[in-house]
Every structure is written in structure tokens, then in C-alpha cells.
Nanobody, 121 residues
Framework: QAQLAVSGGGSVQAGGSLRLSCATS????????MGWFIQGTGKEREGVAI???????NYTDSVKGRFTISKDNAKNTLYLQMNSLKPEDTGMYYC???????????????WGQGTQVTVSS
């Protein structure tokens, strides 16, 4: 069964950096579209960044220039490098594969577990 294992969350002060990892297993194919989503307290889950099979990416406006999504196909791992973190980046971050449609606003996906990111001012 395909699984997504997320790691790398934690607590950091504003201006700091974190890198999230999402290791995939059980897939017999490379997902066409993967991404990272955030859910703040009392809020709905929102798209942060997506990456397509061809390597093209999209970011939500609030993280452009600060976050970078990437994938290592040899390691079957998706990453989110988060720099210059702000308190408003705080939330539970989720990895997802097989996004439909392939955008920051999706109808369906295969979800990994969340990892908490807390940014203090």
C-alpha cells in the first residue's frame, strides 16, 4: 500500500529555516503531481506548493521567494525548504501525492500524515 511518511517539522523563531521531507513508499509509479499543504488552527487546509512530474512548480503568493519545493526521484522523497519563516507560517503541514487537479486547489489527493511547524516571533 502506498504511503507518505513526513518528517522535519518543529519549532523555530521567526527568520529561521526548516526542511520538511516526505518519503514515499509502495508506489509503482512516480506521481504526476505532489505538493505540500498547510492547515492552521481553525482553518481549512490550503495549498502551499506543488511540483509536477516535469519539475515545474507553483507556490502560494505568501511563500514565494521563501519556500522551495523539490523532489529526489532516486530517493522517492519530496522536500519543502522553508526559509525566512514567519509566525503566519505556523500550522500542520501535509504532504500529498496524486493531486487532482494538479494545482494548489484540489479535489482529491493521497495524503501523508501532518507535521507541526510552529514559528514564534
Amino acid at each position: 500500500q502506498a504511503q507518505l511518511a513526513v518528517s522535519g517539522g518543529g519549532s523555530v523563531q521567526a527568520g529561521g529555516s526548516l526542511r520538511l521531507s516526505c518519503a514515499t513508499s509502495g508506489y509503482t509509479y512516480s506521481s504526476d503531481c505532489m505538493g505540500w499543504f498547510i492547515q492552521g488552527t481553525g482553518k481549512e487546509r490550503e495549498g502551499v506548493a506543488i511540483i509536477r512530474r516535469d519539475g515545474t512548480t507553483n507556490y502560494t503568493d505568501s511563500v514565494k521567494g521563501r519556500f522551495t519545493i523539490s523532489k529526489d526521484n532516486a530517493k522517492n522523497t519530496l522536500y519543502l525548504q522553508m526559509n525566512s519563516l514567519k509566525p503566519e507560517d505556523t500550522g500542520m503541514y501535509y504532504c500529498a501525492a496524486d493531486l487532482l487537479p494538479c494545482s494548489l486547489w484540489i479535489l482529491t489527493a493521497h495524503w501523508g500524515q501532518g507535521t507541526q511547524v510552529t514559528v514564534s516571533s
